[in-house]
């Protein structure tokens, strides 16, 4: 995107009912985009709005016993306070109800109408009120409207017409010619055979309620729902103040797939007879459905609350979980068991943790201040350019999941090179500062990343670590970063998960945790290794009858008597293998201990042989464990404990201990 500009708008909501899941999803997707413009520095209007009139509105007041105004005005608030919870940064909000939009939608109806393009006819067909359109009969299924699965009714009544028929080849032009027109190409392929078809002229007047806007030229037909809706992307640009010169063409029109023909064959046609220049993109997403697969409806029950979610996770952890879980342009599923999964593993254990390490690390061993900017080992180890560009791109190609992936691929890194460098075995020195200044200087490029998907935790990450939040380009100036205590981004959520939660596969499924066996040992014995300097052969009790032969790297730091008669915790399961010729059946946990010292973790008084386990996962221990197996699953310390995903590590008589930094990895 080189443009100095960026127009975006979402479909406008029909407020006949509260917003849903869908709703949510479509805004945050636009804001994202929104957001990563103005990140770029790129001049941004963002609009969403809500489409207020028509027959189903009309319809849904009458049931209420309201007059239609009223219960929009009512229903505006409810959308209204959604959107502000989920943080869209919309700079307009346009309702179809407004005077501003009201004699715009004239006026083009007066363009087109002076175009030769609208005459008087008769009109019978196939109407769904949902949807506010006619079908034909070969578009009903088993004589009902595919999309609500509900009867059509026979309308028949006098109408004005719109000769879209007249644009077809015109529009079909425009569509071949400009690839980048509709996205994803799925969608650009089902219009383009779909205009292999005639296209029928579209009936624009309904003259049997009066809930719209009146025709200027025969007040007796309020304008069709969708031409007066289409109108609003362009009304909305012209009062207050007139933006048309500085944001027309919209650069790109946010949808559902459900109104895809409205907005890339009826609604470049309007434009096309008035005289307007075609929005540039059109972007279609796909459906949230429910867990399992179905559309989310009140009377399936299977509706979850937006509002609930924020409520109960908070607002950035569903925005993450929108843009990073759905792939961009496809139906997803919408479950609660998925997005605690990605709660606790992409944010709690990969970002959270990097964030409280880090920041735990420069307040005591560097006082809470560090200078970045200028930093060589971050330059030469956790170069930014390549993440910047990757994710860039992406947004692009309007790939926002990809986008994220990027991001987390360069957090992974940044704890792979905090593990690797270990700043806690570090001594004070340049080194010690250099490494913990380049872990800032990667947050604070993760921080600017993940600003558009989770504004407000990209603010507190900049709150804790001292730095500013500003445009891209700014991202590379020195700064000197105070860095303040952090409380936990994303706290270890307690059991009282939400019913759908509590309702999902039994925890210890598929949780890589399960698969470990990790058991209280006893060291009989130890003794140098005869062949590699690094190892003691120890010899360690399990209540099996026979010690086990085990290999552990301990011997820079400890002697064999300080091992003799202590308890560990031993890795049971793991695949044995054989070390220099010695036998190894296990692996004693250890880490790195505040002195920088690497040691076993210490289950206390636990009984030998006893089953280690954390709170919640069931224990079903694969046979042979490989060592990748164990290695994605995060063990660390956490206030002298060793826990997995903030989950303590227990025995019966308490938990692992170790004195040892916060975020300190245990293997
Ligand atoms: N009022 C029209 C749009 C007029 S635009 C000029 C309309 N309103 S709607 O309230 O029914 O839908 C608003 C948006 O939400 C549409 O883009 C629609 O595709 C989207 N969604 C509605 N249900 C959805 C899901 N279950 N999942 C994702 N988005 C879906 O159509």
């Not at 909000?93 to 030769?116: K, N």
Request: net charge negative; glycine share 6%.
């Amino acid at each position: 995107m080189t443009a100095q500009r960026f127009y975006i708008t979402t479909a406008i909501d029909y407020p006949n009912s509260v917003p849903h899941m869908g709703h949510a999803y479509e805004k945050v997707v636009a804001d994202f985009y929104a957001r990563v413009a103005r990140l770029r520095g790129i001049e941004t209007h963002f609009l969403i709005g809500l489409d207020e009139h028509g027959q189903k509105i009309q319809e849904a007041a009458d049931k209420a016993g309201m007059g239609p105004q009223q219960f929009v005005d009512d229903k505006a608030a409810v959308f209204r306070a959604l959107y502000e919870k989920l943080g869209i940064s919309h700079d307009d909000f346009i309702r179809t109800s407004e005077p501003r939009h009201h004699q715009f939608a004239r006026d083009l109806y007066e363009r087109v109408r002076d175009a030769g393009d609208i005459y008087k006819d008769f009109y019978e067909g196939e109407y769904c009120i949902s949807c506010e359109r006619f079908y034909t009969i070969s578009e009903l299924v088993d004589g009902k409207c595919p999309i609500h699965e509900r009867p059509t009714t026979i309308i028949k009544e006098e109408s004005y017409f719109f000769r879209l028929g007249k644009y077809r080849d015109q529009v079909r032009a425009h569509i071949e010619a400009h690839p980048e027109f509709i996205h994803p190409d799925e969608r650009r392929r089902e219009i383009l055979s779909r205009l292999q078809e005639e296209v029928r002229d579209l009936s624009i007047s309904r003259s049997t309620f009066d809930w719209g806007i009146p025709l200027p030229d025969d007040p007796a037909h309020v304008l069709y729902v969708w031409f007066d809706a289409l109108a609003n992307y362009y009304s909305a640009l012209l009062r207050p103040r007139d933006l048309t010169e500085k944001f027309w063409p919209a650069d790109c029109h946010v949808i559902g797939k459900d109104i895809l023909w409205f907005h890339t064959m009826i609604w470049p046609a309007i434009l096309l007879s008035a005289g307007y220049e075609l929005p540039r993109q059109v972007y279609v997403h796909g459906f949230i459905l429910d867990k399992d697969g179905r559309k989310m409806a009140k009377h399936l029950g299977n509706v979850v609350d937006p509002m609930q979610v924020i409520e109960d996770y908070s607002v950035d952890v569903l925005r993450y979980y929108f843009l990073r879980s759905f792939s961009s342009g496809k139906d997803g599923k919408f479950a609660l068991a998925d997005l605690e999964e990605r709660y606790n593993s992409e944010l709690g254990n990969d970002l959270g943790n990097l964030i409280l390490r880090v920041a735990k690390l420069v307040q005591t061993r560097l006082g809470g201040r560090v200078r970045v900017g200028d930093n060589p080992e971050f330059r030469e180890r956790l170069a930014p350019e390549k993440t910047v560009a990757a994710f860039l791109a992406h947004v692009d190609d309007r790939e926002h999941n990809r986008a994220l992936e990027v991001v987390w691929d360069y957090v992974r890194a940044v704890n792979t090179y905090i593990n690797d460098r270990a700043p806690w075995r570090l001594a004070d020195g340049e080194e010690l500062t250099s490494v913990l200044a380049a872990g800032v200087e990667a947050l604070r490029v993760i921080a600017h990343l993940t600003s558009s998907a989770m504004p407000e935790i990209a603010r507190s990450m900049a709150a804790t670590l001292g730095f500013a939040l500003g445009p891209l380009d700014a991202l590379a100036a020195p700064c000197e970063c105070e860095v303040r205590p952090s409380q936990p981004l994303f706290p270890r959520r307690e059991s009282s998960a939400p019913a759908a939660v509590a309702a999902a596969p039994a925890a210890g499924d598929g949780d890589p945790f399960a698969k470990l066996e990790i058991r209280v040992g006893h060291i009989v014995e130890a003794r140098p290794h005869p062949d590699a300097d690094q190892l003691f052969v120890l010899s360690v009790d399990l209540g099996e009858g026979e010690p086990r032969s085990i290999c552990a790297g301990l011997r820079a730091h400890l002697k064999a008597e300080d091992l003799s008669g202590r308890a560990v915790a031993v890795l049971a399961n793991l695949k044995p293998a054989v070390l220099r010729g010695v036998p190894s059946e296990g692996m004693v946990l250890a880490t790195d201990r505040r002195d920088g010292a690497v040691v076993p973790v210490d289950p206390g008084a636990a009984p030998i042989g006893e089953l280690i386990t954390v709170e919640g996962i069931e224990t079903q221990p694969k046979k042979k464990l490989s060592k990748s197996h164990f290695e994605k699953v995060p063990l660390a310390i956490e206030k002298g404990v060793v826990v997995y995903r903030g989950r303590p590590l227990r025995t019966t008589v308490g938990s692992l201990t170790c004195d040892a930094e916060d975020g300190a990895p245990v293997r």
